[in-house]
Structures are given as C-alpha cells and as structure tokens.
C-alpha cells in the first residue's frame, strides 16, 4: 500500500482523507501482495472508511438547499433535517 500507511481511525480522518486512505488500500489489494490476514485487516479498514465516506456524503447531501416553488418564483431554503430533535 504505498509502502507509507496512513492507517488512523476512519472517525479521525476528513473526508478526503479518507477517500486518499482507500485508494491506497484498493491499490494493495489489487497488486495482490499481501498476505492473507494483511489483505482481511485491509479490506475491513477499508470497509470503515467507505462507509465513513458514505455518512459524510449523506450529511452532505441533507445540508445542500432544495429549490422549492413559489407560484410562478422560484426560491430556495434549507432543507429541513431532524437532526436538531436528536
């Protein structure tokens, strides 16, 4: 994997670094040369990180503003979450 790992917790990277992190782990384990438990320990650090992305990218997703009508005007405002409930 590069031969420099940047192995941390997936909660402490941003989200282009994890994205950097598992590009570097789909490199090693398309080279093929890692061990068998290497290659498992990867794939499930890889796992984290990808749904790591996948959370960050639907908190994304639900702070983007939706554009909404208004007669003949178009306008837009935020899009309402229940994360404020929480």
Not at 40 to 57: D, N, T
Request: proline letters at 2%; one cysteine or more; aromatic letters at 2%.
């Amino acid at each position: 994997m590069k031969g420099q790992s940047t192995k941390e917790s997936p909660e402490a990277l941003d989200f282009e670094g994890a994205l950097g992190r598992l590009e570097e782990i789909v490199e090693g384990l398309e080279a093929g040369e890692l061990g068998l438990e290497a290659a498992l320990e990867a794939f499930e650090e890889g796992v984290a990180l990808s749904r790591r992305c996948s959370a960050q990218l639907d908190d994304a997703e639900r702070r983007i503003e939706i554009l909404v009508e208004d007669g003949d005007d178009l306008r837009t405002e935020p899009l309402e979450t229940d994360e404020g409930e929480a």
